[in-house]
């Protein structure tokens, strides 16, 4: 099968993708070309419209400028991100006026509009609410990451930092706090400290100052992947759901920061129901009296297992694919 990889330069988006791709490849032979989606809003809205006012025209406009000679041979066209999912419909329009290919169309996350035009639609379960008609969706649980059955290493931890985020305050003071409550309990292990494009420069400033007082301490930009296989424990922020699912889908413990939600909602209870499962750790962080805190450690369950969705959505999708080829 040749698939057709639509990508909008989004971390967490391509990694979900990937991920779905790895693991479909271990049962299917794929060959895969990627192409980079770069426009802005305002194309984005242009080409929604356009999609919704013909939305069964068969119009020139929706293929000029795509290289389609370069993709006559596409099975599947898949993708994850707003400015993808038009393109998809786009790129599946186009072979089908010129070459009369019926093109699969894969949907990764939930699109804003025209979802009864993807073929199948690989979706969270904390995002079901926004589709009425079920019939070709694959439902997943959080976010799709790869499997990891290599074991860790006892001397590294992994501490992963999101920044402001919708879903809940991103105390820099207390997540300090709790880094170095972690340094005091696990003085030994060498702590590989990872930011996200969301981390104020200010928490970096804090982070690079605490690195001064700690020898054992690491802030590093790249190597993430590899370095939360090798991990034996990774702390990670709640806001940072893709780094926590990324976590759970490989040996070692998961731990999270204590963190106050601005309002319950989807991202909020998918993350109060593992805590809930006890499938991850978390730290507690409570007043005593004014000006004195208490941080203590909840660790997951023991005997956990490795988080494996995708694993079980790669297979229902291959499924899918072969009933449509």
């Known amino acids: 099968m040749n698939i057709l990889w639509l990508k909008d330069g989004k971390l967490g988006h391509e990694k979900q993708v990937k991920a779905l791709l790895d693991e479909l490849s271990k049962t299917k032979d794929i060959k895969i070309k990627e192409h980079i989606i770069d426009i802005t809003k305002f194309e984005r809205i242009l080409e929604t419209l356009f999609y919704f006012i013909n939305p069964n025209k068969k119009s020139s406009y929706w293929h000029n400028n795509l290289n389609l000679v370069e993709y006559e041979d596409v099975d599947i066209i898949i993708g994850a991100g707003s400015n993808v999912y038009i393109r998809i419909l786009k790129f599946k329009r186009g072979l089908k006026t010129i070459y009369n290919k019926d093109v699969i169309a894969i949907s ?5 509009f025209f ?33 990891s059955n290599d074991e860790t290493e006892e001397d590294i931890g992994l501490i992963g930092i999101g920044g402001k985020n919708k879903h809940y305050i991103f105390d820099q003071e207390k997540i300090i706090q709790q880094i170095e409550y972690l340094l005091s309990i696990y003085p030994n292990k060498k702590w590989h400290i990872f930011s996200s494009r969301r981390t104020s420069t ?82 507690e962080h409570s007043k005593m009296v004014d000006g004195l805190s208490k941080i203590t450690l909840q660790q997951q369950n023991e005997y956990h297992e490795i988080f494996s969705e995708v694993e079980k959505v790669a297979f229902k999708l291959a499924k899918q694919i072969e009933k449509k080829i």
């Open 115 to 147: 979802t009864n035009k993807f073929d199948i639609i690989c979706a969270p379960k904390h995002d079901s609410h926004k589709l009425t008609k079920k019939g070709n969706i694959i439902f997943f649980e959080g976010s799709l990451a790869n499997v």
């Open 108 to 112: 990764v996350l939930v699109p804003s």
């Open 202 to 283: 200010k928490m970096i400033q804090e982070l690079n100052l605490l690195s001064k007082n700690f020898t054992n301490i690491f802030l590093v930009q790249e190597g993430f992947d590899k370095m939360i296989k090798k991990a034996s424990i990774k702390i990670i922020t709640k806001d940072s759901m893709n780094m926590v699912y990324e976590s759970i889908s490989t040996k070692g413990k998961t731990v999270l920061f204590s963190m106050k939600y601005f309002k319950k909602n989807k991202v909020t209870k998918q993350i109060d129901k593992l805590i809930q499962n006890r499938q991850v750790g978390y730290l």
